[in-house]
């Protein structure tokens, strides 16, 4: 990765990993944009949690770039 140290083998791999840590989110809620969806993720949960439904699709020990998750703002 460019922005970071992280390593992989595959280029679809390190789509999603870019997606993850890297993509510029904004929040549904107030507009306040985050540089990774895990950022923008803790925002809602922190700030908006009375308005939002967090479900994560995760094993344990799955790299984050891997993991599923939906987000319901009410």
Do not use: P, R, W
């Amino acid at each position: 990765c460019d922005k970071c140290d992280y390593t992989c083998n595959k280029e679809g791999t390190l789509k999603k990993h870019t997606n993850t840590k890297h993509a510029d989110q904004q929040c549904k809620v107030c507009s306040q944009k985050f540089s990774s969806t895990i950022e923008l993720l803790h925002h809602v949960a922190k700030e908006h949690s009375s308005n939002i439904e967090i479900n994560v699709n995760n094993t344990e020990g799955q790299d984050e770039s891997l993991m599923k998750t939906e987000v319901i703002i009410q």
